[in-house]
């Protein structure tokens, strides 16, 4: 049995220590050594899916724990049983024999539910292959990054949930292998997960970011591209605030000509001091996407610009000092974030997975974000830095850019998305001054929406008018997989019955 | 003399402050590549100026079979003023450390 209960019932806390479950029981999915991928999950998914009915049997919800780090606290449950995922992480490449007729081997690797986008990102690596976005840290699972539409960071793609072809899901009644219409494995393979094939676009499309309440992942087929160089550009610029106007209307290439290579940019990032954000320098960060070549001078993650997601340190002075916000911030962007390769220092280069990092922090921290229509951005960032600004936010913010995600319920909903995040030291006055840019920008009739896993402040009505119909589908979706009420309670939690997912 | 009480008074002050901020710093250690689990904290009390040590509960790592990714060593604020009190008698650290999940080679699906 490869599930193993840890210890007795106790407190188990989340990553960024937002959330703690009261006495909960805790299990871990370990991986085991059968020689077939297949029959590795087949085994684990079985396992899975005992340990369902034995919760169920003893009256306790459940709830997947990957890394723990989803800050909306999603991942919070009290008086459950948990269920670690982390040491469930071997990843498995994919023979033509595998799959269906038409699809490319080649680009696939099966991966289990607890291994972190970095290892996926290794182990595509290994077959010359690369995942094509993530967000800005690899320290999530893949499939706990997915479950919550994790931004990706790419101009020209979506989320990281983009990248599953296929899902195999427990839950009490069945171990389903869902996937699109067309199809992606072959029958024998997926006979041999001991799963069910379940093959319909709106069940694969809901069960791509399923934010933990459609059953347990165990296992993904993740899809990848031949890997890139990136070469980084980071430097420290005033930024003009015509430029939103080029951000808006997505001309990156003339962003990028002012302040960085005269090229087109594959990835553009600025993080702004709220507080004057066009007075003070920026933090500008650009990759430009290159073929690959073995022959690359290797740089370290730092000398990459790793590290970049959000600043651990100053929380007390900037929470103590109102006064001092405008300065400190600036002195923590200019002293927390790896500084340049600028223009004129010697190009360094790097894969996509080596300019990420497994971020670690050694304070608390506030994560939160909005996602809005990139062509809203000229008259709507401004607005938002003044008014987190003026209500004592104390964190830097972020601006990225990525097209539509896949998912019914992807927060990049946008044809074309700006995403602004607020990531920084964590206080009650930050998280303040997030609920009102909120609801400025309900005031001002801007559409946006926001990510599961950081804090949302997000309820079942809200939920239910951002996704619309893609709710009501997902919705529906959920009802086919867990017919049984008592099933889909399961699966419940204060949080999720909160967001409607799960009541 | 009077000022030179006061200036003496005003170094040890600032030194019991200094060693009070600095005992509080996080000293990190971690592995290149780290494959991290959760994280597990001990505190460990040093006594007698060090001369001997005993930690608060028995030195478990849960799963930790594949060795530790980092660990890290501080004193929260309750802690160095414990060891200020007593003259650095007793003298509480927190060791944290967060084992590795293990790295496993690309299979077969």
Known sequence: MPIVKLGEEGRWTNYHCTGTCDAATRFALRSGDAPRGRDEIAIAAKSVQDWLVEAAAAKRRVRPLGAGWSPSNVNISSQSWLLHTRRFNRCFRINADDVRPGIDAGALMLVEAGALVDEVSDKLEEQGRSLWTSGAGNGQTFAGAAATGTHGSMIAAGGIQDHIRAVQIVTPGGIHWVEPDVGVMSDAFIAATGSAPLRDDAMFAAVQLPVGALGIVTALVVESVPKFLVRPIQNLRKVDCAALDWLAEGDFRRFSAAYALDQDPDFVQMIVNPYKPFKRPAMLRFLYREPWRDDYPRATPGQLGAGYDALSLLGRFLNDYPWARGALLQFAMKQGYASGPDVDAPPVYGSWGEGLDTHRPLADLFNASVTIDRADLAHVFEMVCAVYARHGGSTVVTLRFMERAQGLLAPARFAHNAVIDFDGPRSQRTADAYARVLERLDAEGVAFTRHWAKSCRLDALRVAADYGEDFRRWRAAQRRLLPDPADRALFGSEVLDGLGLTC | ?109
């Not at chain 2, 200094?18 to 996080?26: E, I, R, V, W």
């Not at chain 2, 927190?94 to 077969?108: C, F, K």
């Open chain 2, 1 to 109: 003399m009077m000022w030179l009480g006061w200036a003496l008074a005003a170094l040890g002050f600032a030194m019991v402050f200094g060693q009070y901020a600095a005992g509080q710093a996080d000293i990190f250690l971690s592995i290149a590549n780290p494959r991290p689990l959760d994280e597990e904290a001990m505190v460990v009390t040093l006594k007698g100026w060090g001369f001997a040590s005993a930690a608060a509960q028995p030195f478990v790592t849960p799963e930790s079979d594949h060795g530790l990714c980092d660990v890290r060593v501080f004193a929260t604020r309750r802690q160095m003023l414990i060891g200020i009190a007593t003259f650095g008698f007793l003298r509480p650290v927190t060791i944290a450390w967060r084992a590795h999940a293990g790295i496993l080679p690309l299979g077969d699906a």
